[in-house]
C-alpha cells in the first residue's frame, strides 16, 4: 500500500532513472508488470520511489546482469522462502567469476592484438629498404641468437612491433646524420672527452636507448663490441679509416664523465 511522503522522502520517476542507470520507459515497463513499482506519493499525489523501492531495482539490475528473466526476477524476489543473504552471496560468487571470465577475454584480446603487431612488422626486404646497403638480414638473425633470451631483446621487440614505416625512415635518417657528423667530428680531429664528442657519444647513446633501457656501463660494452668485430670496424672505418677505435675512445671518455670506469664495465 502507497504511502503519502514529502518530497525529499522519495524520488520521482526521472530521477530515479538517473540514480541507477535505466531509462524511465524500463522503470514504466517495470512497474507495469508488477516487477518494482514506486510505493510512495506526495501530497499533490506524484508517485515516488523510496528508498526500499531503489533497493528492489538494484537487485533487479544484478539479476538482470546475471542473465536471468524478468519474470525469474519477480519470482525470486517475491519468494519468502528465499535467503535473501544467501542469495546474495551467490550473486557475488556469479558476478566475480563473470569478471574473471571477461579478464580472461581481456588478455586473450590482448595477446591478439600483439600477435598482430607483431605480423606488421618490416620484412627484410622493407628493412633492407628503409637502411639501404649496409642492411644485412645476417644481422639480425645473428643478434637473435646471441641476444634472443634477454631482457633487452624482448623489450627491443616489444619497441619495434610499435613502429610503422614512418618510424623506420625517421629512424634510417636519424642514423644517416648522425653518421655523417661523426665522420666530420673525427675529420677534423675532435678530441675524446672534448665538449663536442661527449655530445656525440650521448646521441649514440640515444640511437641505442630508442631501443632498450641504456646505461652507460652497457654503451661502452657496446663499444667493445666495435672495436672486436671486424664487420663493425669495416662499418664505421668507411666513414674514415681508424673511427671505429675513435668513436670507442670517445664514448670510453664520455662514460668516465658520468662515473664509470670503461675497463670494469658490467652489463647493467
Known amino acids: 500500500m502507497s504511502s503519502a511522503a514529502e518530497p525529499d522522502e522519495g524520488l520521482t520517476v526521472g530521477a530515479t532513472a538517473r540514480a541507477v542507470g535505466v531509462s524511465v520507459r524500463a522503470l514504466h515497463h517495470w512497474d507495469e508488470i508488477g516487477l518494482v513499482s514506486p510505493s510512495a506519493r506526495t501530497w499533490a499525489g506524484y508517485r515516488l520511489y523510496a528508498g526500499c523501492d531503489i533497493a ?29 543473504a544467501g542469495h546474495l552471496v551467490r550473486q557475488r560468487e556469479l ?3 563473470r569478471i574473471d571470465r571477461l579478464q580472461e577475454m581481456v588478455s586473450a584480446v590482448d595477446r591478439m592484438m600483439e600477435v598482430h603487431r607483431m605480423d606488421e612488422r618490416l620484412t627484410p626486404q622493407e628493412q633492407a629498404e628503409a637502411f639501404g646497403s649496409q642492411w644485412d638480414d645476417r644481422y639480425a638473425q645473428e643478434a637473435q641468437e646471441h641476444w634472443g633470451d634477454t631482457p633487452e631483446w ?5 619497441v619495434k612491433a610499435q613502429l610503422s614505416a614512418a ?16 665522420a666530420a667530428a673525427f675529420a677534423a680531429g675532435t678530441a675524446p672527452g ?19 633501457d641504456m646505461t652507460h656501463q652497457k654503451q661502452v660494452l657496446i663499444a667493445t663490441g666495435y672495436v672486436q668485430d671486424p664487420r663493425y670496424v669495416e662499418y664505421y672505418d668507411r666513414l674514415g679509416a681508424g673511427l671505429t677505435a ?13 662515473g664509470v670506469d670503461p675497463q670494469a664495465a658490467r652489463w647493467e
Do not use: C, T
Open 95 to 97: 558476478l566475480a567469476a
Open 246 to 258: 675513435w668513436l670507442k675512445e670517445v664514448i670510453d671518455a664520455n662514460a668516465r664523465a658520468h
Open 194 to 212: 672534448s665538449p663536442a664528442a661527449n655530445a656525440l657519444a650521448e646521441r649514440h647513446f640515444a640511437q641505442i636507448g630508442q631501443w632498450f
Open 56 to 84: 528492489r531495482l538494484q537487485r533487479v539490475l544484478v539479476y538482470r546482469e546475471l542473465g536471468m528473466r524478468l519474470d525469474e526476477i519477480a519470482r525470486v524476489l517475491d519468494d519468502p522462502d528465499v535467503d535473501v
Open 167 to 182: 618510424d623506420w625512415e625517421r629512424v634510417r635518417a636519424e642514423a644517416e646524420s648522425f653518421e655523417e657528423d661523426l
Open 154 to 158: 624482448e623489450q627491443s621487440e616489444r
